[in-house]
């Protein structure tokens, strides 16, 4: 399908280990967003990409956290040293970049990561 | 601040009508958006309002007042595979900027 696809769709990882989750954003599209979504909550902000570029990073719980989209396509979101509150849904969206226009961002079925 | 409210869960019978409300205090306002969301399943886009009024599409229609931080999803002829989180968000001022999302409306359609 031409959706947003994020891999993969479980991890499960020991505490102190590394994680690298990745998204495949719809071709084309220049905006891509990071969410964390926990058990019975709505999504909450992450990081966001303009292309290649990081504009906006402040979502990010601590600097245990990183992403990066070095061409502007695929993108990697890593987090080192893991702990058990970082267990949760991480969503994966994309969307067309127009000013001031209704453009909705399309989710991908996130990766759902357990620490043990 | 920010903050979205809305209600944790809903039940509605089958056949029947729904509407889901969402009050928001932003600090800038450029647009609201509905999405849907099964468990275990991405979110998927239902409606987008930036004007004041309501928007219909085929079953769901929603409706938003800018002045009253205010905003509902309508939901007719209600089927069993509506049942599902309903999720509100704002994005802010600045062009394609972040969501701010909603909790999410825990929907359950019952026969």
């Known amino acids: 399908g031409a959706g947003v696809s994020q891999s993969p769709r479980y991890k499960v990882a020991k505490r102190g280990q590394d994680v690298a989750l990745r998204c495949d954003p719809i071709s084309g599209h220049v905006s891509l967003f990071w969410y964390q979504q926990a058990l019975g909550q709505g999504p909450e902000f992450l990081t966001y990409f303009q292309n290649e570029a990081q504009l906006d990073k402040s979502g990010l719980p601590s600097d245990r956290f990183f992403a990066e989209r070095p061409e502007g396509s695929v993108s990697t979101l890593k987090i080192q040293r893991t702990q058990q509150e970082d267990s949760a849904v991480y969503l994966c969206?994309?969307?067309?970049?127009?000013?001031?226009?209704?453009?909705?961002?399309?989710f991908g079925d996130g990766t759902r990561l357990s620490i043990l | 601040g920010q903050n979205i409210d809305q209600p944790t869960e809903m039940t509605a019978t089958e056949g029947a009508i729904v509407q889901i409300n969402c009050t928001y205090q932003t600090s800038g306002f450029n647009g609201l958006f509905w999405y849907q969301q099964h468990a275990g399943e991405a979110p998927t886009f239902l409606s987008y309002?930036?004007?004041?009024g309501l928007e219909e599409k085929g079953r769901f229609s929603s409706f938003l007042s800018r002045s009253k931080g205010y905003s509902y999803l309508l939901l007719k002829e209600l089927q069993m595979k509506d049942s599902a989180s309903y999720l509100c968000a704002v994005r802010e001022p600045s062009g394609n900027t972040p969501l701010v999302f909603g909790k999410g409306t825990r929907l359950s359609v019952i026969a």
């Open positions: 969206a994309s969307s067309l970049a127009r000013q001031g226009a209704g453009q909705p961002q399309h």
């Open positions: 309002n930036v004007l004041d």
